[in-house]
């Protein structure tokens, strides 16, 4: 079979590209066409539903069939079954990192896309930092696309007005409290705990906590205790946690370390009973429903808890997660990167049936309609597709329509049928990947990010806005971090680690294994005594497994890292100097 699919590859290559994939008289793909997309970030498993899928079934006559290991559960396992079959789909979107594109290269799972996209806008927009990303790759050729493409400064953060993390609060009730202050991250617990007291029950009448928790995303760490380092300048790199002005590089499993102290934490909030009991057991999808039900009061990200429960009603009545100031943040922000984000990258599976076609799709995912119609996935995304969610006015200014109001603002709506019908929320595109950077702008200089449109901003003025803003002092998040020195950016760079040895890669598995299981026992100890025995279990089995060797090499690889941040500063100032 494999075989055979190789073949019919080769014969769309030797009839010139286009027997494969070739159009009727209308310019439409004459055969309908199932992708597999092996997506290693998505959070839905299935065909691709909705308004979204109707704007790529009319313009490709395609369906997406996403494969998610977050949802099948065990990412590497699912991986290394579809790898070792030759074929991990036709559309392949995953990480980026050098030895993870030249492992799939090696095995003759990524197609080099070079000849199918050589006269595509996407090649003229962005064909450097395409190329420089493939650079390092061998045999020669462009196998992957980065996502979060960028033609800002380096310096400037890529978000738009909300941070990708962040401490954001159900603010009705922090207001309600009086605003106590938060000097510290563990000044957070009282006010939660009297929060939850204040609301012991949600509106659909289960109970409340102040957290929720799920494994789907850890990876070297327990990811949720990885959040709050976020909010002090550190972001995690291999088993260490690197300060975004590259000042500081520690061990997560050091007992002084940004990590344990995250995980003392939330051991101290569930002492408290403010962690969900079924964090343990629950997955990505249930923790969202629960920021829509309204039982979970505080979030680490504002894309998931306003995104979900920060209604236009709700924010009317005053309702909703905004940011709450902690005295001694400065919350991590990527720069923007003009060779996009290598840690999720987009490239085409060497069995796949149609290359042309998927080539033409990627183009389109790169090019305006692409990037607005992509990017819904949360609050400081984009609008959707022009002419149903947002259009412009006369005077060329981007606006939401009204249908866009209640689907984007309000939370859902219904899609009339001619674009695809069901639920708004149901066809946002369950991708998960983001092409350029939330602060780019179109070709008439305004953001992809609706957020930042004008005319959104005048609108969006509601009880919780006009109360955050006078207690805040500013008239955006972005304005608050930046004027008071609450936000830290590191560099936008196209650094990638160096392929690590198979005998580090094991190593690695090993240790991060142990570093999980005993992250999660940890927060859900009994008490201190048991807590700090885990803590030097944890340390012990990962350095008798090799994690110091491991964390080694991490350590050389943040040096390169925060040179090559540098570098991108320096290169940026010498191109503008020109």
Same mark, same amino acid.
């Given at each position: 079979?494999?075989?055979?699919?190789?073949?019919?590859?080769?014969?769309?290559?030797? !009839?010139g590209?286009?027997?494969?994939?070739?159009?009727?008289?209308?310019?439409?793909?004459?055969?309908?066409l199932?992708?597999?997309?092996?997506?290693?970030?998505?959070?839905?498993?299935?065909?691709?539903?909705?308004w979204?899928?109707?704007i790529v079934?009319?313009?490709f006559?395609?369906?997406?069939?996403?494969?998610?290991?977050?949802?099948?559960?065990?990412?590497?396992?699912?991986?290394?079954?579809?790898?070792?079959?030759?074929d991990?789909?036709?559309?392949?979107?995953?990480?980026?990192? =050098?030895?993870t594109?030249q492992?799939?290269?090696?095995?003759?799972?990524?197609?080099?896309m070079?000849?199918?996209?050589?006269d595509k806008?996407?090649?003229?927009?962005?064909?450097d930092a395409?190329?420089?990303?493939n650079?390092?790759?061998?045999?020669?050729?462009i196998?992957v696309?980065?996502?979060?493409?960028?033609?800002?400064?380096?310096?400037?953060?890529?978000?738009?007005?909300?941070?990708?993390f962040?401490?954001?609060?159900?603010w009705d009730?922090?207001?309600?409290?009086?605003?106590?202050a938060?000097?510290?991250?563990?000044?957070?617990?009282p006010?939660?705990?009297?929060?939850?007291?204040?609301?012991?029950l949600?509106?659909?009448?289960?109970?409340?906590?102040?957290?929720?928790?799920?494994?789907?995303?850890?990876?070297n760490m327990?990811?949720?205790?990885?959040?709050?380092?976020?909010?002090y300048?550190?972001?995690?790199f291999?088993?260490g946690?690197e300060?975004?002005?590259?000042?500081?590089?520690?061990?997560?499993i050091?007992?002084?370390?940004?990590?344990?102290?995250?995980?003392?934490?939330f051991?101290?909030?569930?002492?408290?009973?403010?962690?969900?009991?079924?964090?343990?057991?629950q997955?990505?999808g249930?923790v969202?429903?629960k920021?829509?039900?309204?039982?979970?009061?505080?979030?680490?990200?504002?894309w998931?808890?306003?995104?979900?429960?920060?209604?236009?009603?709700?924010?009317?009545?005053?309702?909703?997660?905004?940011?709450?100031?902690?005295?001694?943040?400065?919350?991590?922000?990527?720069?923007?990167n003009?060779?996009g984000?290598?840690?999720?990258?987009v490239g085409?599976?060497v069995?796949a049936?149609d290359?042309?076609?998927?080539?033409?799709?990627?183009?389109?995912l790169?090019?305006?309609?692409?990037i607005?119609?992509?990017?819904?996935?949360?609050?400081?995304? !984009?609008?959707?597709?022009?002419?149903?969610s947002?259009?412009?006015?006369?005077?060329?200014?981007?606006?939401?329509?009204?249908?866009?109001i209640?689907?984007?603002?309000?939370?859902?709506?219904?899609?009339?049928?001619?674009w695809g019908?069901?639920s708004?929320?149901e066809g946002?595109?369950?991708?998960?990947?983001?092409?350029v950077?939330?602060?780019?702008?179109?070709?008439?200089g305004?953001?992809?990010?609706y957020?930042?449109?004008?005319s959104?901003?005048e609108?969006?003025?509601?009880?919780?806005?006009?109360?955050?803003?006078?207690?805040?002092?500013?008239?955006?998040?972005?304005e608050f971090?930046?004027?008071?020195?609450?936000i830290?950016?590191?560099?936008?760079?196209?650094f990638?680690?160096?392929?690590e040895?198979?005998e580090?890669?094991?190593?690695?598995?090993?240790?991060?294994n142990v570093?999980?299981?005993?992250?999660?026992?940890?927060?859900?100890?009994k008490?201190?005594?048991?807590?700090?025995a885990?803590?030097? =279990?944890m340390q012990?089995?990962?350095?008798?497994?090799?994690?110091w060797?491991?964390?080694?090499?991490?350590?050389?690889n943040?040096?390169?890292?925060?040179e090559a941040?540098?570098?991108a500063?320096?290169e940026?100032?010498?191109?503008?100097?020109?």
């Open positions: 079979m494999a075989g055979a699919a190789l073949a019919a590859g080769a014969f769309c290559v030797l !009839t590209l286009g027997g494969c994939g070739k159009k009727d008289g209308t310019g439409v793909y004459a055969q309908p199932v992708v597999d997309v092996f997506d290693s970030v998505a959070n839905y498993q299935g065909i691709q539903p909705g979204y899928a109707k079934k009319d313009k006559n395609m369906d997406l069939n996403i494969i998610a290991p977050n949802v099948a559960g065990g990412g590497n396992t699912l991986y290394e079954v579809r790898s070792a079959a030759g991990l789909g036709d559309l392949v979107i995953s990480n980026g990192d =050098q030895d594109v492992d799939m290269v090696d095995a003759g799972l990524l197609l080099n070079e000849p199918y996209l050589k806008e996407l090649m003229r927009q962005y064909g395409i190329r420089r990303v650079g390092d790759i061998t045999p020669e050729g196998y696309i980065p996502s979060e493409l960028s033609q800002n400064p380096p310096s400037v953060p890529q978000e738009s007005l909300e941070p990708t962040g401490p954001y609060l159900r009730l922090y207001g309600q409290l009086g605003y106590p938060i000097h510290t991250l563990e000044d957070l617990l006010v939660l705990r009297d929060m939850q007291e204040m609301e012991p949600a509106e659909n009448g289960k109970k409340t906590y102040a957290f929720s928790f799920f494994k789907d995303w850890d990876g327990m990811t949720a205790a990885k959040q709050p380092c976020c909010f300048g550190y972001d995690e291999g088993f946690l300060k975004a002005d590259g000042s500081d590089f520690q061990s997560i050091d007992g002084d370390s940004l990590y344990v102290r995250t995980l003392k934490f051991f101290d909030a569930n002492q408290m009973g403010l962690v969900d009991p079924q964090s343990v057991t997955n990505y249930d969202v429903q920021y829509k039900e309204g039982q979970i009061l505080f979030s680490p990200w504002p998931m808890a306003q995104t979900e429960y920060n209604t236009l009603a709700h924010k009317e009545a005053g309702k909703g997660f905004m940011l709450a100031d902690i005295g001694d943040m400065k919350i991590y922000s990527n720069g923007c003009r060779n984000n290598r840690k999720l990258v085409i599976g069995q049936k290359p042309e076609r998927l080539a033409a799709f990627i183009d389109w790169y090019s305006p309609d692409g607005s119609s992509s990017g819904v996935q949360s609050s400081a995304g !984009t609008a959707g597709p022009r002419g149903l947002w259009d412009y006015d006369k005077e060329g200014e981007p606006y939401l329509t009204e249908f866009g209640q689907a984007l603002l309000d939370g859902n709506m219904d899609v009339p049928q001619e019908g069901g708004w929320s946002i595109s369950r991708l998960n990947f983001m092409p950077s939330p602060c780019e702008k179109d070709g008439g305004h953001p992809y990010a957020a930042l449109w004008d959104v901003a609108m969006t003025d509601t009880a919780l806005d006009r109360d955050w803003k006078e207690h805040m002092g500013a008239g955006n998040v972005r971090l930046t004027e008071n020195g609450r830290l950016v590191s560099a936008g760079c196209d990638i680690s160096p392929p040895s198979s580090t890669g094991t190593l690695r598995e090993q240790c991060r570093i999980q299981k005993y992250s999660w026992e940890m927060v859900f100890a008490d201190e005594e048991e807590f700090y885990l803590l030097w =279990q012990e089995e990962a350095a008798s497994l090799g994690y060797e491991v964390y080694a090499v991490d350590e050389e943040a040096r390169m890292y925060r941040r540098k570098k500063l320096e940026y100032k010498d191109d503008r100097g020109k």
